[in-house]
């Protein structure tokens, strides 16, 4: 099968696979290569897969939908990082999530601001039309 996770910017897995491992709004459930077409929506959790040959692999993602269609099996969520073992995982989750954290508080601010700015001039224009 093909594993193809793709997030709103960018495509972060495209790879060969044995099987994927996934938690669906209907449950956790094992895909493998002669499983019958589906389609689920995810939630956010830790998405599991074995490459071709490979070890076992981890994917933290956000909610989204998973298809498997053929030997394709589609992933498109929100967010999607990735991690080598559950432990780094955690890690790198944490670093992105601060991060984000950040972004949003920043751009909460500016929006703030934003609306202030916009609620003044419409007082002085109520204020100019009333003379």
């Known amino acids: ?3 193809k996770v793709m997030v709103p910017t960018r495509i972060v897995l495209d790879e060969p696979i044995e099987r994927v491992g996934l938690v669906g709004e209907d ?3 094992t895909l493998l290569p002669r499983h019958v ?20 692999q981890y994917m933290a993602v956000d909610e989204g939908l998973i298809c498997k269609a053929g030997e394709e099996v589609l992933v498109s969520v929100e967010n999607a990082v990735q991690g080598p073992g559950l432990g780094d995982l955690q890690e ?3 670093r ?4 984000r954290d950040e972004r949003e508080r920043s751009t909460r601010a500016t929006l703030a601001r934003l609306e202030l700015s916009i609620l003044r001039r419409f007082l002085e224009l109520g204020d100019q039309l009333a003379r």
């Open 37 to 56: 077409d589906f389609t689920t929506a995810l939630v956010p959790s830790i998405l599991s897969y074995v490459p071709d040959g490979g070890d076992e």
């Open 27 to 29: 449950g956790a459930r």
């Open 1 to 3: 099968m093909i594993l």
């Open 96 to 99: 992105e999530f601060a991060g």
């Open 92 to 94: 790198t989750i944490a």
